[in-house]
């Protein structure tokens, strides 16, 4: 028989607390000294932290204590693997993308180094606690005291140290998506709270939008919405290798936008931001289940719209349009959006907005981004736990797949040059957020905006326009303007409406990237 270890609540809720912040504050701890806050403070810091778990797990349910913590383990230990794996935070913006990742996204992470991890630092302590402790839940008076004697604790270390303590305080909103649970509770809790808070009213932006009338051919617009491509391994972008070798014929055609900021570091906030009325400071993710946007004016300036995904789907942004996933089981290339583009927009005579969704450098399994074609350096990196292959791997497999969503640009312009007798053409490519591959510890994506690397935050994007085009548009203004200006996400709604000849009270002209080159 298995003989039990019995604890009352408040001294195994002690125990639990002062482990949780020696083994799962490690992360916590080294980004508290990253940001210049004394390491003679750490001690004090540290019971600061483990006691203000042992409030925080005191006031749950007595009955439930036991249960919760055992989850709680299983929790950690996942947010652990991803902190450490990864160097990534878990935050709203982290989980948001996790509850949207599909089944083939979901199986690139799981691998046998997460499983270990949730066997080792989960699974097996959860046992011993189920098996090895009996607690007894302490009567509602000394748990009270026992929390009054913690908070005089932390109220102790705050006065030992006022100004260290108001400095953790201040960093503490960046901190704590370092901490498990916390960080895990905290955003989950506010995404729950997001999901059950009843929706206001749709917003309208398309009260005061005009059918656009067709003068000579349709429009036809092409928006290629690419994936974790970063602007660094561009060649257009100035790198190295010749990455964008595949629109080399197409380059008198092409204006490319050299300093480009996305939106977010994520695709759950890039995705909706950049068809968004908003820009980047301004957008509240979450507002575009509520909120039309800009293929609602599109279509009800008379536009067809639709949108092709091989991405997850198209994060709310396309609700009210047309939408297809030609990919049934979610592990196509890209190519997949091709096949019958051409067929599709020739059934329309309408002008027409074409939002290409792709999956262009997702990892971490970047080696099944691309087609032999692509496979042009080596030695790559083709397994799922990324970090242990060679900067040299990662970069090589890396810009295979940027070689591949160059294919693909050139494959839709390609298309767009067959229909030039029918259609008025235009593309646009941009990538929704770059990607980290082991800069400075750093992998994927989704580090917080004030402290994501460039390498997160700069994206291609780049226009092509045919040369008998009918946007009356001076492709040289484009490229010089191109060359020496700053551009962002922020500019695709007004240019879109811009290029797309839709009048708005919504638009902004300063922010149209074609209005000073109208003809
Ligand atoms: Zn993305």
């Known amino acids: 028989m298995i003989k039990k270890q019995y604890l009352n609540s408040i001294t195994f809720l002690q125990i639990y607390s002062f482990l949780t912040t020696a083994i799962y504050g490690c992360f916590f701890f080294i980004h508290y000294l990253n940001r210049n806050l004394s390491p003679f403070y750490l001690p004090l810091c540290f019971i600061i932290v483990w006691q203000a778990l042992f409030i925080l797990f005191s006031l749950f349910p007595r009955n439930i204590i036991k249960t919760l913590c055992m989850f709680l383990l299983i929790g950690n230990a996942i947010a652990l693997y991803f902190m450490y794996a990864y160097h990534i935070p878990v935050d709203k913006i982290m989980i948001m993308n996790a509850l949207q990742t599909d089944q083939a996204e979901a199986s690139e992470i799981i691998n046998i180094n997460l499983i270990a991890t949730i066997i080792l630092l989960g699974i097996l302590p ?10 007894h839940p302490c009567s509602f008076q000394r748990t009270f005291k026992s ?3 913690s908070l005089s604790i932390i109220l102790t270390c705050c006065i030992l140290a006022p100004s260290q303590t108001s400095k953790l305080m201040h960093h503490f909103k960046y901190l704590q998506i370092y901490l498990p649970p916390i960080n895990y509770l905290l955003s989950g809790g506010q995404i729950i709270i997001e999901k059950l808070t009843p929706q206001p009213p749709l917003q309208r932006l398309t009260d005061d939008i005009k059918k656009t009338t067709i003068s000579g051919k349709p429009n036809l617009i092409v928006f290629i919405v690419g994936e974790t491509t970063r602007a660094a391994n561009f060649s257009l972008n100035g790198y190295h290798r010749p990455t964008n070798k595949a629109l080399t014929p197409y380059l008198k055609d092409i204006i490319y936008y050299p300093d480009t900021g996305a939106c977010g570091t994520s695709t759950a906030i890039s995705v ?49 349009v047309l939408y297809e996933e030609p990919c049934k089981n979610k592990t196509c290339s890209d190519n997949i959006l091709l096949n019958n583009l051409k067929n599709t927009i020739q059934k329309s005579k309408k002008n027409q907005l074409i939002i290409l969704h792709t999956r262009g450098s997702h990892g971490p399994s970047y080696h099944l981004r691309y087609e032999k074609e692509d496979d042009l350096y080596a030695p790559i990196c083709t397994i799922d736990d990324i970090w242990n292959c060679t900067p040299e791997e990662l970069v090589n497999v890396y810009d295979n797949t940027v070689h591949y969503v160059s294919r693909f640009i050139a ?45 997160q935050t700069e994206v291609p994007l780049l226009i092509w326009l045919p040369q008998n085009n009918l946007y009356h548009l001076n492709k040289q203004c484009l490229k010089n303007k191109a060359s020496k200006n700053k551009y962002s996400h922020d500019n695709i709604f007004h ?16 922010l149209d990237i074609f209005a000073e080159c109208k003809r």
């Open 411 to 455: 494959k839709t312009i390609d298309i767009l040059k067959s229909l030039e007798k029918e259609y008025n053409t235009s593309l646009i490519y941009t990538s929704d957020h770059g990607e980290s591959l082991k800069e400075d510890g750093l992998f994927l994506h989704s580090a917080p905006m004030e402290t994501a690397p460039k390498y």
């Open 272 to 320: 909706p931001c950049i068809f968004s009325v908003y820009n980047q400071k301004q957008f509240q993710s979450g507002s575009e289940q509520y909120t039309e946007n800009v293929l609602d004016i599109f279509k009800k300036a008379g536009y067809k719209v639709r949108w092709f995904d091989n991405d997850g789907g198209c994060k709310n942004v396309c609700n009210r």
């Open 495 to 510: 240019s879109l409406l811009g290029l797309g000849n839709i009048k708005s009270s919504y638009y902004q002209r300063e």
């Open 126 to 135: 959860v046992i011993w606690i189920g098996l090895k402790t009996a607690i």
């Open 147 to 149: 929390i009054i004697l």
